[in-house]
């Protein structure tokens, strides 16, 4: 089971970035897959979810309505799009396993840095 | 929004000692709780899910207890590469929520 995260860069203020995992080793299209942020020192925030088949999502308070978790099955590919960025965005962003069926994480990959900044 | 509390912040230990890790929810769980562990580096690790049920290829040592809004996670004679920043999660409610986190160090 692997988990690769691209797309963390650098992103001014109010800009925008978007984050892919690339899944392999599992049967992607059968699990819900996450979004977990960790700001520099600090612990862990979980940012989104979205359902095995994609009908469903959630979002922390914190992102929802800027945020946007997607799949492409096809491709074995999660995704965030990324939009109004806040310095608070500035995170180690994990693309993470759902934990059979149930809304724990029993994969995570090593991480994507955002780096919001003027 | 479920608040999760992990105390204490850091425990002191020596290789060999017992740590109790506790972690309290603003409101009951039942028994939706896992624990995590993360070192310097590294994603975490799902050490306990359901509050008491070790994940696959977790040792014996680590042991998850509690029920409602009262959870511990109990490490029995810590091993060196024991030494980590320990996490716990609720799925009960939306939103997903974790503690704050226990570290756990050389003392």
């Known amino acids: 089971v692997q988990l690769l995260e691209s797309g963390g860069g650098l992103a001014q203020p109010g800009g925008s970035l978007r984050l892919s995992c690339a899944a392999s080793?599992?049967?992607?299209?059968?699990?819900?897959m996450s979004w977990v942020r960790q700001a520099p020192g600090k612990g862990l925030e979980w940012v989104s979810t979205?359902?095995?088949?994609?009908?469903?999502?959630n979002y922390a308070a914190s992102v929802k309505g800027r945020f946007t978790i997607s799949r492409d099955n096809s491709k074995n590919t999660l995704f965030l799009q990324m939009n109004s960025l806040r310095a608070e965005d500035t995170a180690l962003y994990y693309c993470a396993k759902e934990f059979t069926a149930v809304a724990y994480f029993d994969c995570w990959g090593q991480g994507t840095l955002v780096t919001v900044s003027s | 929004e479920i608040v999760l509390t992990q105390s204490p912040a850091t425990l002191s230990l020596s290789p060999g000692d017992t740590a109790p890790l506790s972690c309290k929810a603003s409101?009951?769980?039942?028994?939706?709780l896992a624990w995590y562990q993360q070192k310097p580096g590294q994603a975490p690790r799902l050490l306990i899910y359901d509050a008491s049920n070790r994940a696959t290829g977790i040792p014996a040592r680590f042991s998850g207890s509690g029920s409602g809004t009262d959870f511990t996670l109990t490490i029995s004679s810590l091993e060196p590469e024991d030494f980590a920043v320990y996490y716990c999660q609720q799925r009960s409610n939306w939103p997903l929520t974790f503690g704050g986190g226990t570290k756990v160090e050389i003392k």
């Open positions: 409101q009951s769980l039942s028994t939706y």
């Open positions: 979205i359902s095995s088949s994609g009908g469903s999502s």
């Open positions: 080793g599992f049967s992607f299209s059968s699990y819900g």
